[in-house]
């Protein structure tokens, strides 16, 4: 089997992972949304419309350090939710697949159980959970998969990959990615 198929089975039927299911059931919903994952890490669920089968990317996790007058760093570093993209163009409804919406659902179905209260998708139980967390996630999640890591931003240029050799015109690709 594919490592995408270790992954997927080994989270949504074996739960490898249970300390970090919200976290893994994400992740595994960004290899059908491709996002950055400072864009996956600020997604709400009010993010997705199942009538409409799109979510709308709007806002992005960034990190950075508080400055004084003089640009120097005055405080250690702090993650916000930002509305500010990396491109003009990143503000973009994105198409839901059948097996998006049932991550989704998934997700929101664990939030439930768990009585969470939060907007976030990406949450912990007590706070949202942060890009390089996810990073983190993934890492160790492909460990105990005992497959080779795949990285955030190898499942974005991957689909890109696969659309262009499916012979999608590189404007779209361009679109859905959020790029220039």
């Not at 503000?91 to 939060?118: A, F, G």
Request: proline share 3%; net charge positive.
């Amino acid at each position: 089997p594919s490592d995408r198929k270790i992954l997927f089975d080994s989270v949504l039927i074996r739960n490898i992972y249970p300390l970090k299911y919200s976290c893994c059931l994400a992740l595994l919903m960004n290899f059908y949304l491709r996002l950055r994952i400072g864009e996956l890490a600020s997604l709400s669920f009010s993010d997705f419309d199942l009538t409409n089968k799109c979510v709308r990317i709007t806002k992005n996790l960034v990190k950075y350090y508080p400055r004084d007058e003089e640009g120097r760093r005055s405080a250690t570093m702090q993650y916000i939710i930002s509305d500010d993209l990396k491109t003009k163009t990143a503000k973009r409804v994105l198409p839901l697949t059948d097996e998006c919406i049932y991550l989704y659902e998934k997700l929101l179905q664990y939030h439930h159980d768990m009585n969470w209260k939060s907007e976030f998708i990406c949450y912990d139980g007590t706070d949202v959970i942060m890009s390089r967390s996810l990073d983190r996630t993934l890492r160790r999640l492909c460990q105990l998969c005992g497959i080779q890591h795949i990285n955030s931003h190898r499942i974005r240029k991957s689909y890109a990959s696969v659309l262009h050799m499916s012979g999608i015109p590189t404007r779209v690709i361009s679109d859905l990615m959020g790029h220039v």
